[in-house]
């Protein structure tokens, strides 16, 4: 199965896990360390050039062929695991996969229902799986149809496709509902609005004057408006009394004052 992930109390446990599960690279680096200490302190004798640079090549390499080794024998030793999917629809919803040893799973504690065995994915399906490292111990929780015989499976199968439908339609009939009821209110909501207007439009007349008798004088006064002026095109008011001038006969026009001629003396 795959490894659980590790818990720490502290900074020391965090130390001693790290220490424990990268031993073997550590040790070679502590090899190699240990052998370009002898070649710098001049008490000691010096190691062959070869052995220096044997140490340093394996320093340097370490934990890269540590991680490729854990590789090459997780790949040729491959034990027939029983693979294992967790599936919880719940208020968090999971689906996991794990790899069980067989061992593990044949002497796993299981509660409730039985796992079910689905026919393609994974070898088991169950709704919880809890891996005890102190203890180590399996328990898990199966599921409620690996219980059920195939007719009891085929009418439960067939009960859910008729929850399923019958909660469809009443999804579209709450929606119908809904778009009714939201039409509803925008009615009484404009309703209402116009009947605010003519509140107030009646509170701004006067008593006893509505708004229509006073769009109705407002109509009929239009009516009354005189025509425009005429229109530039027409002769001026200047123009036709130069007009008239012009038609008078000079013997018409009365001859000056005697006295006014006479300078104004009497």
């Given at each position: 199965?795959?490894?659980?992930?590790?818990?720490?109390?502290?900074?020391?446990?965090?130390?001693?896990?790290?220490?424990?599960?990268?031993?073997?690279?550590?040790?070679?680096?502590?090899?190699?360390?240990?052998?370009?200490?002898?070649?710098?302190?001049?008490?000691?004798?010096?190691?062959?050039?070869?052995?220096?640079?044997?140490?340093?090549?394996?320093?340097?390499?370490?934990?890269?062929?540590?991680?490729?080794?854990?590789?090459?024998?997780?790949?040729?030793?491959?034990?027939?695991?029983?693979?294992?999917?967790?599936?919880?629809?719940?208020?968090?919803?999971?689906?996991?996969?794990?790899?069980?040893?067989?061992?593990?799973?044949?002497?796993?504690?299981?509660?409730?229902?039985?796992?079910?065995?689905?026919?393609?994915?994974?070898?088991?399906?169950?709704?919880?799986?809890?891996?005890?490292?102190?203890?180590?111990?399996?328990?898990?929780?199966?599921?409620?149809r690996a219980d059920l015989t195939p007719a009891e499976?085929?009418?439960?199968?067939?009960?859910?496709?008729?929850?399923?439908?019958?909660?469809?339609?009443?999804?579209?009939?709450?929606?119908?509902?809904?778009?009714?009821?939201?039409?509803?209110?925008?009615?009484?909501?404009?309703?209402?609005?116009?009947?605010?207007?003519?509140?107030?439009?009646?509170?701004?007349?006067?008593?006893?004057?509505?708004?229509?008798?006073?769009v109705e004088d407002l109509e009929e006064a239009a009516?009354?408006?005189?025509?425009?002026?005429?229109?530039?095109e027409e002769t001026s008011h200047v123009d036709r009394?130069?007009?008239?001038?012009?038609?008078?006969?000079?013997?018409?026009?009365?001859?000056?004052?005697?006295?006014?001629?006479?300078?104004?003396?009497?």
């Amino acid at each position: 199965m795959s490894e659980p992930l590790p818990t720490f109390a502290s900074n020391r446990d965090r130390v001693v896990y790290l220490l424990a599960e990268y031993k073997i690279p550590l040790s070679i680096m502590t090899l190699a360390a240990g052998v370009w200490a002898i070649w710098a302190t001049p008490q000691l004798p010096e190691p062959p050039e070869a052995v220096l640079a044997g140490s340093a090549s394996a320093a340097m390499l370490a934990f890269p062929a540590f991680f490729l080794a854990k590789k090459v024998v997780k790949w040729l030793y491959a034990p027939e695991f029983v693979t294992v999917g967790v599936a919880d629809p719940g208020d968090g919803e999971v689906y996991e996969k794990y790899n069980v040893p067989p061992d593990v799973w044949d002497d796993a504690d299981v509660i409730g229902a039985q796992p079910l065995s689905p026919k393609e994915g994974v070898d088991y399906v169950v709704t919880r799986f809890n891996w005890m490292d102190d203890l180590g111990q399996l328990e898990v929780r199966g599921c409620d149809r690996a219980d059920l015989t195939p007719a009891e499976a085929f009418a439960t199968r067939k009960r859910v496709d008729e929850y399923y439908e019958h909660h469809h339609d009443l999804r579209r009939q709450f929606a119908g509902l809904k778009a009714t009821v939201l039409g509803k209110a925008t009615e009484v909501h404009d309703l209402t609005i116009m009947a605010m207007i003519a509140e107030r439009e009646g509170a701004e007349l006067a008593p006893g004057v509505g708004v229509d008798e006073l769009v109705e004088d407002l109509e009929e006064a239009a009516d009354e408006i005189p025509d425009a002026p005429a229109s530039t095109e027409e002769t001026s008011h200047v123009d036709r009394l130069d007009n008239q001038f012009a038609e008078l006969d000079p013997g018409d026009v009365p001859g000056p004052d005697p006295a006014i001629a006479d300078g104004g003396d009497q």
